[in-house]
């Protein structure tokens, strides 16, 4: 399968400001614009904070390619919605909500960009910590982080070598054709996953919880 | 203790719409103490099957499987942690978006300082030679890349035992012999399934698997000798004649 991008970028090593900032301020930050889209109702507003956003981005030193890149993914879905908003709602709404959006996916790239995985997943770890006497394993919810992570690109790729095959075989419009394959190499890949993840022991109960 | 050792062993599985089971593997015994130990045989004869039982991923349905001691069914997270499993395809095996991510994956559980396990990565990397791909995306490898990667992720934990399910199968002739070279110098026990013929003529010890019954079991030349002939008599059953249905 080829290579596939992911709708938010991949961490990118440096030293800026943006990379030594910790991990907590800058998940606020994202936390914050997620809340912030239900709040502003200004489509201004909207437009400084992805201005602010992007200037984070490119202060990190990621590069306006993979800003546009990260933009360019979402951008066949927000025109999609921009359109059905403006038509129901108007020009100022439909903008503040594709702005809001807009806002959301290069925060959550800031912090993929400028973060490890593995300090992501530290993160998470340390989440969950509260809720292990209510018998969560914290490494366990890091695990499902990371698969969902590398799942949702997979799934686009599946996606894509499937609807080549489909135009190579003249099937480019029967929906089946293009939906059973990539279920059924979706449901093949989610096995493999687990053997793979069980043959390396990720994702078994932590020592203390274990009998072995 | 440091052997593997099947008793009386066999693998059966559910078939919808019957009351019988099938046999995947039929009852074997076999004590595996050699460093390198190939099996060879037809696709579906039960080689994975086999290969699997070694850390738990299939249990047996009658019989024990115990590795170094440990017990596949009652011990199966020891047996995990000693018995390092390497699958056909990397890209199903390997879990991150880059090398040192998913070496790092690995490590978590054993090394709880992020520091420490970066450090550890950068060696494990380091020896196997990756250390320019550690930060490229998994898709832009090659696929022996990408095979030395899942090969090095497995080995970060320093298993007892490597088990490699046909992992040259995706391999061109090049990556093959990287992949030849660098099994050959590890000092893991080694028991690697595979069609490739030149690659089962390295091992210490090959067994032939043929339709769930482990028809020969000794040095590796005369092992590749017999599947050959198996081959060769499956083929003479063949309607060469007819074209196909």
Known sequence: MRGHGFLIANYVPGNSLVHRTPLWPKFLVVAACGAASFLIVDWIISLLVFAVMCGLFLLSGAGLRRLIRAIWLVAPIVLVIGLFQWWQLGGPTAAR??????????????????????????????????????????????????????????????????????????????????????????????RQTGDALAARGLGEPDDAASGN | MNSISFSRVSVRVAVDGSDT??????????????????????????????????NGLVQPGGGTVVVHGDDTVTAVRRVRSNVGFVFTDPLSQLVMPTGRED????????????????????????????????DQSIYELSGGERQLLALAAVLAVNPKVLVLDEPSTLLDLRNRELLRRTVAGLDQQVIMSTHDLDLALDMDRVLVVESGRIVFDGDAAAGVARYRALCAAALDELPMGKAPQ
Not at chain 1, 145 to 174: H, T, Y
Not at chain 2, 113 to 124: H, Q, T, W
């Open chain 1, 97 to 190: 909500i594709v702005l809001n959006v807009l806002v959301c996916v290069v925060a959550a790239s800031v912090l993929t960009a400028t973060t490890p995985v593995q300090d992501l997943l530290d993160g998470v770890v340390a989440l969950a910590k509260p809720f292990r006497p209510l018998g969560a394993d914290p490494e366990r919810f890091a695990l499902t982080i990371a698969v969902m992570l590398r799942s949702i690109p997979f799934i686009a790729g599946a996606f894509s070598d499937v609807r080549d095959s489909a135009r190579a075989r003249g099937l480019e419009r029967n929906p089946r054709a293009l939906v059973l394959p990539v279920f059924i190499t979706t449901v093949a890949y989610a």
């Open chain 2, 103 to 134: 070496v790092e994956l690995s490590l978590r559980r054993s090394i709880k300082n992020s520091k420490e396990r970066a450090a550890r990565a950068e060696a494990v990397l380091g020896r196997f030679g990756l250390l320019d791909l550690a």
């Open chain 2, 21 to 54: 089971p099938k046999t995947l593997l039929h009852d074997f015994s076999l004590d595996l103490v050699e460093r390198r130990i190939g099996v060879i045989g037809a696709n579906g004869s039960g080689k994975s099957t086999l290969l699997r039982l070694l």
